[in-house]
């Protein structure tokens, strides 16, 4: 059977969630406003990231958005030419989708990516600020890595 509505489902929702959180945390807090949720681990802090991956290359808006929506394409390729029969590959494809669109939404309305969530050890390490649509990407490539594995294995058995 196809998964295709755990594809559609996990994307919509993902993208929901993802700006629905974004306007919560920018309508309610100014610039660089902190708020501490668990004491030396987690604060919503809102930043703006006019680059990519730890703030690199900032000031490319129009670049990245011609990659974001290149990425979009490919991810949605990917998930026509694959098995849609493997629910994990199919969740994992619609999280990747998300936060790809969630983040390229951000870049045409506001010339940046709205992040907020500020993880921390103490004051030993500290995690750049991120959003949800980054952690949407990052479970779902660590889904397919995971899953990838798995799948090895079950036709090295076979």
């Not at 309610?28 to 987690?42: H, S």
């Not at 619609?94 to 506001?110: E, K, Q, S, V």
Request: hydrophobic fraction near 55%; proline fraction near 3%.
């Amino acid at each position: 059977m196809k998964n295709i509505p755990a594809f559609v489902i996990t994307t919509v929702s993902g993208v929901i969630l993802d700006i629905i959180s974004k306007w919560f945390v920018f309508s309610r807090l100014d610039a660089f406003e902190k708020v501490t949720i668990v004491p030396g681990l987690l604060n919503i802090l809102r930043t703006e990231n006019e680059g990519v991956v730890f703030g690199m290359f900032p000031g490319r808006t129009n670049a990245f958005i011609a990659f974001s929506a290149i990425a979009i394409i490919i991810i949605i390729c990917i998930y026509i030419w694959s098995d849609k029969t493997f629910f994990v590959s199919n969740v994992a494809l619609g999280l990747i989708l998300a936060g790809a669109i969630g983040n390229l939404w951000d870049r045409i309305w506001f010339s940046h990516v709205r992040d907020f969530i500020d993880l921390h050890i103490k004051d030993k390490y500290h995690w750049p600020t991120f959003n949800i649509a980054d952690s949407l990407i990052c479970v779902g490539i660590s889904i397919m890595v995971f899953s990838s594995f798995s799948l090895k294995k079950q036709n090295e058995h076979a």
